[in-house]
């Protein structure tokens, strides 16, 4: 069983839109010629470029009138290895029909290929399509919503954990598995599996958990069935499991907002730390010596975190807060929270995140100004978790091994060429010429590499803080 590892998303990504949604809209007088319908769109361009391969991302619908279509087999082949959804060709003024030869080498492809008519401007055809992308965005929303809403009223029920369970299968039209640390079903909700996915899900959930740098979730397939798995908050080794028949894009964050209410749910209650900790508290808020109530807390060591990002709801906090094993959070901003010991501090989704030292007690007014100085260098280095380092210098910034793998996923989209292209080119302080004589090709190949880097990854060479982690992730 192929498996994924992923993060529960806070918001739901925007759908794509079937290319047969776009078609169903008669005001534009689309015409399918080749292909199949029911590939997704997930975004329009257009270009009149002989080889529009170096400007498409993948997933989009391309128009184009061919002005520059001088060889319809390789425009189609170049078209395809970019990843295009799908090919729209508008006749006149330069066709009066759409090429035989574009026609089958798309239909040997398995490519789209619509018809635009001249009564209908491209910019009608993108319009469409970020309108039906709103729309299903706007249908999302309200999916999730009121999948929270119903996961939130569960939760409040007197057997909250099978009424959470219940309310998310419901939801997803499939079966949710709660299972203890040794693997075992705790409970379960929804239609019975087949042996098969029931197999495959509980093996699903032995591979998340919480040890130091495990996924916080996974997905794979199994008995015909789509399965997900997901570590809850707390460190106790318990894992949801989910099985549907088909997978939505707010599908993930209705699975992580029950993970949140789960994990709140089946914290150890300790009753001895708890009443230790809000007798530190009262005698803090009459008047004690700080010290003096923090000596009723546990020897440590702790851990201050302080953290800005998150979904701005109401869960953002928690959820945190549940991810990384703790039950004391200050909701800020900035979010601060201190860990007990066996709590790792790990880089979350959407937040950033900064760490002090290790800290007894009477320790802990210095660590929160430790993760307070962690935190302004990771915001200011754009690095999703910095941890308070005694040695200082940007060696110091962040842990090596932690620095290793941002540079590997930041670099991922990039080819060895491409990636030492723009080493050089960075070394060199951006010198087209310079480059091309250091690497021995002409000065218009440097451009263009650099061009499909800057789309790759995402982001803007000309921005000097863009260089700057570029350079530092190449190096």
């Known amino acids: 069983m192929p498996v994924t590892f992923s993060e529960p998303s806070a918001t739901p990504p925007t759908p794509p839109v079937p290319l047969a949604?776009?078609?169903?809209?008669r005001e534009l007088g689309l015409r399918l010629l080749a292909g199949p319908d029911g590939v997704a769109l997930h975004w329009v361009h257009t270009s009149e470029m002989a080889d529009p391969y170096p400007y498409l991302l993948g997933g989009e619908l391309l128009l184009t009138a061919g002005v520059q279509l001088a060889d319809p087999a390789r425009f189609v082949e170049r078209v395809v290895e970019a990843g295009a959804a799908a090919l729209g060709f508008g006749v006149t003024p330069v066709y009066d029909t759409v090429p035989a030869e574009l026609v089958e080498a798309c239909a040997r492809h398995g490519l789209p290929l619509i018809e635009v008519p001249p009564r209908t401007p491209f910019t009608a055809v993108a319009r469409a399509l970020w309108r039906l992308m709103a729309e299903a965005r706007l249908y999302e929303l309200r999916r999730v919503t009121e999948a929270q809403q119903s996961l939130a009223a569960a939760a409040a029920r007197p057997a909250p954990?099978?009424?959470?369970?219940?309310?998310?299968?419901s939801r997803l039209g499939g079966r949710a598995v709660l299972y203890g640390a040794d693997g075992t079903e705790s409970a379960a909700a929804g239609r019975e599996l087949p042996p098969e996915a029931e197999r495959a899900l509980a093996d699903l959930a032995g591979v998340v958990g919480p040890r130091p740098g495990g996924p916080a979730s996974a997905s794979g397939e199994g008995g015909g069935l789509r399965l997900a798995a997901y570590a809850l908050g707390g460190g106790d080794g318990l894992a949801l499991g989910v099985a549907t028949e088909r997978r939505d894009p707010g599908d993930h964050t209705v699975a992580g907002v029950?993970?949140?209410?789960?994990?709140?749910?089946?914290?150890?209650h300790r009753a001895g730390d708890a009443s230790a900790r809000d007798g530190a508290l009262t005698r803090?808020?009459?008047g004690a010596p700080a010290a003096e109530a923090a000596a009723a807390l546990s020897p440590g060591p702790w851990t201050v975190v302080r953290a800005r990002g998150g979904d701005g709801t109401p869960f953002a906090a928690a959820a945190l807060a549940a991810a990384l094993g703790t039950e004391l959070v200050d909701?800020?901003?900035?979010?601060r929270l201190l860990l007990p010991p066996g709590s790792a501090a790990t880089a979350q989704p959407g937040w950033t995140l900064g760490v002090s030292a290790p800290a007894g007690p009477s320790g802990l007014p210095a660590a929160d100004a430790q993760a307070a100085r962690a935190l302004r260098r990771a915001e200011a280095t754009r690095t999703p978790l910095v941890r308070h380092r005694a040695d200082g210098g940007l060696a110091g910034l962040v842990?090596?091994?932690?620095?290793?793998?941002h540079a590997r996923a930041l670099l991922a989209p990039l080819s060895e060429?491409?990636?030492?292209?723009?080493?050089?080119?960075?070394?060199?302080?951006?010198?087209?010429?310079?480059?091309?004589?250091?690497?021995?090709?002409?000065?218009n190949t440097v451009r263009q590499r650099i061009a499909r880097c800057a789309v790759l990854l995402g982001r803007d060479l000309d921005d000097a803080d863009v260089r700057m982690e570029l350079w530092f992730a190449l190096r």
């Open 21 to 25: 949604a776009l078609l169903g809209r």
């Open 161 to 169: 954990v099978p009424a959470v369970l219940g309310a998310l299968a």
């Open 258 to 268: 029950a993970v949140v209410l789960l994990s709140l749910l089946t914290a150890p």
């Open 284 to 286: 803090l808020l009459l």
């Open 331 to 335: 909701a800020g901003p900035p979010v």
């Open 399 to 405: 842990d090596p091994a932690e620095a290793a793998a």
């Open 417 to 443: 060429p491409q990636a030492e292209t723009l080493r050089t080119w960075l070394s060199l302080h951006g010198s087209w010429d310079r480059t091309a004589t250091a690497l021995g090709v002409h000065r």
